[in-house]
């Protein structure tokens, strides 16, 4: 986040695991902003938001692990019978795994993208009147060190505020 330290002093942060039950939090954090059966009814929106797509992302993810499955069973017949070479093999292989590469980012970002909209029209409605604001820290994204997504309701406490599609505050 960009933002000076001054515009955010005290927040909530629980990892955002939607396929489990919502944790507890603590609203003493913020004053009592918020309570534990607010953020309650908030986590489950958010789950309901995507559940279709993450439902539906299942079900085609282990469909496409079912046709690379016979795919590569395919194609080693193909190769025990010398009717198609190694190296169509290997292009062959080589463009199925980019194709569901591609597939699974465009899928995950359109899920993300769902419940950044979903929050950012909860901060708009209900969140900015309490000086409250939700977003989703996805901190570090390294293939070395990758970290779960987590779920943060922060206190803001500078007036002017313009959001993004991100849900970032700009100054």
């Known amino acids: 986040m960009n933002q000076p330290q001054s515009s955010q002093s005290r927040k909530i942060s ?11 939090i603590d609203p003493k954090a913020l004053d009592d902003k918020v309570t534990q059966e607010e953020f309650t009814e ?32 395919c194609l080693m017949w193909a190769a025990f019978q010398h009717r198609v070479s190694g190296l169509a093999i290997i292009l062959i292989l080589g463009g199925y795994l980019v194709m569901y590469g591609t597939f699974t980012y465009l899928w995950d970002r359109r899920i993300s993208n769902q419940r950044a909209s979903f929050i950012r029209k909860q901060n708009n ?34 007036p002017v505020m313009d959001l993004s599609d991100t849900g970032n505050i700009k100054n």
């Not at 629980?14 to 507890?24: F, N």
């Not at 929106?45 to 795919?71: P, S």
């Open 14 to 24: 629980v990892p955002l695991r939607l396929d489990r039950d919502p944790p507890q």
């Open 42 to 73: 908030f986590w489950m929106q958010l789950r309901e938001t995507t559940a279709k797509q993450v439902r539906l992302g299942r079900i085609v993810r282990i469909l496409n692990l079912i046709m690379l499955f016979i795919l590569v069973l």
């Open 125 to 158: 409605s209900v969140w900015h009147q309490r000086s409250l604001r939700w977003h989703i820290d996805n901190g570090l994204q390294s293939m070395r060190f990758p970290r779960s997504p987590y779920l943060v309701l922060s206190e803001v406490t500078d």
